[in-house]
């Protein structure tokens, strides 16, 4: 029987990384952001709801969501940002689900299930283990403005809008502190891997 493990962390903690490197070793990776864009395509019924919601503000000219409008409206209102993760959520959950039988089925010792806002979605009912990869917050801001040059006040707002990784960090069962080098993250998830009897299947 496959193990899930639930990756989730904070914007800019470094999550991405993690998530990359296990799939790289050859672990399979559902990722809700992946998932998230491609229900967003025009003529998706997601797409079409969020559209019908947010109006013609965040369309492109090729009709694809601006992203980064979408995100202007949202972190200056809670209450929007509340309503867009409600329109996409059943969505965005069948089809996790949806591949994590297509990989239960395919024999998988270790399903990783990459999802940001796991903790605030309730998604831990469905995964057997958590684990968080945490930065320390003057980090996580630093890494964020220069990530997506934002002013120091946009950073503050979207960090914000999560549960705080400090409040993740001590719900999580593993946590990845990603506050060092990259090499120091890798090697805390090899320990984790090798602990736990997890050989890549590369």
């Not at 996790?96 to 239960?104: A, G, Q, V």
């Not at 010792?109 to 945490?134: A, F, H, S």
């Amino acid at each position: 029987m496959s193990h899930v493990l639930g990756l989730t962390g904070g914007i800019a903690s470094g999550k991405s990384t993690v998530s990359q490197y296990l799939k790289k070793i050859g672990f399979p990776v559902i990722d809700a952001d992946v998932i998230a864009r491609t229900i967003m395509e025009p003529d998706e019924p997601t797409y079409a709801k969020v559209v019908d919601f947010f109006g013609g503000e965040i369309i492109n000219k090729d009709r694809s969501i601006n992203r980064k409008r979408l995100g202007e409206v949202v972190f200056d209102d809670k209450e929007k940002l509340r309503h867009l993760n409600a329109l996409m959520h059943e969505d965005i959950f069948n089809e996790i689900m949806k591949k994590r039988l297509e990989m239960s089925e395919r024999k998988y010792p270790l399903i990783v299930i990459d999802i940001p806002l796991l903790y605030e979605t309730g998604y831990e009912k469905y995964v057997d283990e958590v684990m968080v990869v945490y930065t320390d917050y003057a980090t996580q801001l630093s890494r964020l403005r220069n990530r997506d040059q934002l002013t120091e006040a946009e950073a503050v707002k979207r960090i914000e809008a999560q549960e705080s990784l400090e409040t993740k960090k001590n719900k999580a069962d593993v946590v990845i502190d990603n506050n060092g080098t990259i090499h120091q993250t890798i090697h805390q998830i090899d320990e984790w891997l090798t602990k736990n009897g997890y050989s890549s299947p590369l």
